[in-house]
């Protein structure tokens, strides 16, 4: 690196639009999922899906990738003001709740203990989501 070239690299990116992404098995099933059933907007391009978060100021990438093993961790975290009604609302849409040995979670699947109430659930390629209200 050239004398100086630190100083030159701070900030470089302070004023991107830099976006995030993950992958799926099947973009068209991600597709149906994210604005069929989540009903947020998405666009496919390019044979990848953008899911236009935050009223779309924020596309988030979906793009296929062969293999695909689904995240172990939360990707996409979608806050609301009424968990339960988020949670109905996503159970009547044919969404699984996810239960995981070892936490306590309510009849709905909602864990309550801790931090802000939290239920996960996963997309069709297997990743893993969650709806929580703060307290």
């Known amino acids: 690196m050239s ?10 990116f302070k004023d991107t ?13 991600a597709e149906r999922f ?8 998405t666009s496919v ?3 990848m ?3 236009g978060l935050d009223g779309g100021a924020r ?19 979608f806050p609301t003001d009424d968990i339960e009604a988020a949670v109905d609302a996503l159970v009547a849409r044919g969404v699984e709740i996810l239960r ?7 009849e709905r699947g909602i864990m309550r203990a801790g931090g802000p109430y939290i239920a996960w659930f996963a997309d069709p390629a297997g990743n893993v989501l969650s709806v929580l209200q703060e307290r």
């Open 3 to 12: 004398p100086g070239g630190a100083g030159r690299l701070k900030g470089m």
């Open 59 to 77: 596309p988030t990438l979906a793009y296929p990738k062969p293999g695909h093993v689904p995240a172990e961790y939360t990707i996409l975290n």
């Open 100 to 106: 995981y040995d070892g936490l306590e979670q309510d």
């Open 45 to 47: 391009e390019h044979g």
């Open 17 to 29: 639009k830099a976006y995030s992404g993950f992958a799926v098995d099947d973009v068209a099933a």
């Open 49 to 51: 899906l953008t899911v």
């Open 34 to 41: 994210y604005g069929e059933v989540l009903g947020i907007e």
